[in-house]
């Protein structure tokens, strides 16, 4: 998931940057988009299902006419949340005026939040972590002074990961949770609009200059021009920002944590190499995610890098398809190999990560029907072995494949010739090459900065123990 705001003191077509700043964020989240503009307390939304550019058109834009202020959104999911009421921003028209709201990440307490205020009597419209959100931020702000004053209440229920974009008719409010496990920053343009974005790829993407991220428990407020922080929740919690920006969330164009994505994925893969060294005639990156670790490996290990598979630009994610039949075909028609490249070759396959296992068993299958004598499976990630509750959305074990087999099982599941991932120690190397002060790596160690949401707490307890990896 992603935010994208901007904020300035002239009414401008604001709309078509949050557009083209949303573009730039589409990997975050490619179920649906959305926009509401802020034009003197009267807000205008559209948003629907879909990626960016289906959900928006010339006439949509210009219908969302012009603003001081504007938020957008794109979500990311799971199974059978893409209805349409699940878009974000929602509009809230609470006792003490109204607010748009966009949210990033995911709570890991929003399941308790939701219980506590359905208790109460209120009724849930959808099954987003935005909506708990608005909920609790109305709540708290019955009874404070001003909305930054009730977001930073709201702030200290939260648990989780949660990146918050909040527009009232007069501020623009950004929050970072108390752990900083989602990146978000903000920078300006030269006409002096205020620009705020999870990745600083989409800052560039409408010629703003990053200033600065946000710090784990931050609250920013742009209000005419001036630039307030509250700090209150900082160093609340110690900062757990996710290794899985670096490894495959966050575009490599990016700097998160002061440390360019690009870098880190090349020092992935050259410590893969040190840890994983093979034989081989060739490196081959999977697009797009593990093409940076790939140069990484080939430059360690002195096999030439190779171009080796060829991605479909025109299809997305090939994870966001929902069911398991459409996500295997979908390999097939987003990635083809190179036959000049790999045939009669012995190839080192570089992937960012390996979670179910279904794609790099095709890639293997791929590769060797195209003529590799050899495919060596490498993973700039280490073994993926506990769900993730903080908004990548794999919050079960039991599609993880390394948590049910051993290396040498998955070798021969995949039909690789060897595999080899990133060992947890290299993880803290990749983390110096940020300025964090503290990585979550709990989808690899099973250390998590927060308690595990209740829902979840017993369905694994038996197989926990069990891990193979
Ligand atoms: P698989 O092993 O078939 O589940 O696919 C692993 C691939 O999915 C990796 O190479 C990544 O490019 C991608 N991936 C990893 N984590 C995620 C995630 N949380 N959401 C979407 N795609 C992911």
Same mark, same amino acid.
């Given at each position: 998931?992603?935010?994208?705001?901007i904020?300035?003191?002239?009414?401008?077509?604001?709309?078509s940057?949050?557009?083209?700043?949303l573009?730039?964020l589409?990997?975050?989240?490619?179920?649906?988009?959305?926009?509401?503009?802020n034009?003197?307390g009267?807000?205008?939304?559209?948003?629907?299902?879909g990626?960016?550019d289906?959900?928006?058109?010339h006439k949509s834009l210009n219908?969302?006419?012009?603003?001081?202020m504007?938020?957008g959104?794109?979500?990311y999911g799971?199974?059978?949340?893409?209805?349409?009421?699940?878009a974000?921003?929602?509009v809230?028209?609470h006792i003490k005026g109204r607010?748009?709201?966009?949210t990033?990440?995911?709570?890991s307490?929003?399941?308790?939040l939701?219980?506590?205020?359905?208790l109460?009597g209120?009724?849930?419209?959808?099954?987003?972590d935005?909506e708990?959100?608005?909920c609790?931020?109305?709540?708290?702000?019955?009874?404070?002074?001003?909305?930054?004053?009730a977001v930073?209440?709201?702030m200290?229920?939260?648990?989780?990961g949660?990146?918050l974009?909040l527009m009232?008719?007069q501020?623009?409010?950004?929050?970072?949770?108390?752990?900083?496990?989602?990146p978000?920053?903000?920078?300006?343009?030269?006409?002096?609009?205020y620009?705020?974005?999870?990745?600083?790829?989409?800052?560039?993407?409408?010629?703003a200059?990053l200033?600065?991220e946000?710090?784990?428990?931050?609250i920013?407020?742009f209000?005419?021009?001036?630039?307030?922080s509250?700090r209150d929740?900082?160093?609340?919690?110690?900062e757990?920002l996710c290794?899985?920006?670096?490894?495959?969330?966050?575009?490599?164009?990016?700097?998160i944590?002061? /440390?360019?994505?690009h870098?880190?994925?090349r020092?992935?893969?050259? +410590?893969? &190499?040190?840890? @994983?060294? *093979? !034989?081989?005639?060739?490196?081959?990156g999977?697009?797009d995610?593990?093409?940076?670790?790939?140069?990484?490996?080939a430059g360690e290990?002195?096999?030439?890098?190779g171009i080796g598979?060829?991605?479909?630009?025109?299809?997305?994610r090939?994870f966001?398809?929902?069911?398991?039949?459409v996500?295997e075909?979908?390999?097939?028609?987003k990635l083809?190999?190179?036959?000049d490249?790999?045939?009669?070759k012995?190839?080192?396959?570089?992937?960012?990560?390996?979670v179910?296992?279904?794609?790099?068993?095709?890639?293997?299958?791929?590769l060797?029907s195209?003529g590799?004598?050899?495919?060596h499976?490498?993973?700039?990630?280490?073994a993926?072995?506990n769900p /993730?509750?903080?908004?990548t959305?794999?919050?079960?074990k039991?599609? +993880?494949i &390394?948590?049910? @087999?051993? *290396? !040498?099982?998955?070798?021969?599941?995949?039909?690789?010739?060897?595999?080899?991932?990133l060992?947890?120690?290299?993880?803290?190397?990749?983390?110096k090459?940020?300025?964090a002060?503290?990585?979550?790596?709990?989808?690899?160690?099973?250390?998590y900065?927060t308690?595990i949401p209740?829902?979840?707490e017993?369905?694994?307890?038996?197989?926990?123990?069990e891990?193979?990896?």
């Open positions: 998931m992603a935010v994208f705001g904020v300035g003191n002239e009414k401008t077509s604001v709309a940057s949050v557009y083209y700043g573009f730039a589409q990997h975050r989240g490619q179920e649906s988009a959305g926009i509401v503009v034009d003197d009267v807000f205008t939304t559209h948003r629907d299902s990626l960016v289906e959900v928006f058109d219908a969302l006419g012009k603003g001081n504007a938020i959104h794109v979500r799971t199974l059978g949340t893409k209805e349409r009421v699940n974000e921003p929602i809230v028209n607010m748009a709201i966009a990033s990440g995911k709570l307490n929003a399941a308790e939701k219980r506590e205020l359905e109460a209120h009724i849930f419209h959808t099954t987003i935005a708990v959100v608005s609790v931020i109305t709540k708290e702000r019955l009874t404070s002074a001003s909305i930054e004053e930073s209440r709201a200290s229920k939260f648990s989780g949660l990146c974009l009232s008719p501020k623009m409010i950004a929050a970072r949770d108390r752990y900083g496990l989602h978000i920053c903000y920078g300006q343009r030269e006409d002096g609009q620009v705020i974005a999870d990745e600083s790829c989409a800052l560039d993407s409408v010629g200059t200033i600065r946000l710090d784990p428990g931050e920013i407020v209000q005419g021009g001036s630039v307030k509250l929740h900082c160093g609340e919690c110690p757990s290794i899985f920006e670096y490894i495959y969330t966050a575009r490599p164009d990016s700097s944590a002061g /440390c360019a994505v870098k880190a994925r020092r992935a893969g050259a +410590l893969l &190499a040190k840890a @994983h060294p *093979v !034989e081989a005639d060739i490196v081959v999977v697009p995610s593990g093409l940076d670790a790939a140069i990484g490996y290990s002195g096999i030439p890098y598979l060829i991605k479909n630009k025109y299809i997305g090939t966001i398809a929902p069911g398991q039949d996500r075909d979908k390999v097939k028609i083809n190999p190179v036959r490249t790999v045939a009669g012995r190839v080192v396959l570089v992937d960012d990560s390996i179910r296992g279904t794609t790099c068993a095709k890639l293997v299958k791929l060797k195209a590799a004598k050899e495919v499976l490498r993973s700039s990630a280490p993926f072995i /993730c509750y903080y908004g959305d794999i919050d079960s039991d599609s +993880l &390394a948590c049910n @087999h051993t *290396v !040498e099982e998955i070798t021969k599941i995949t039909g690789a010739d060897s595999l080899g991932y060992r947890l120690e290299d993880v803290t190397e990749i983390c090459s940020g300025n002060k503290g990585y979550c790596t709990a989808c690899f160690d099973g250390k900065p308690e209740k829902k979840y017993n369905k694994y307890d038996n197989k926990i123990s891990n193979k990896k």
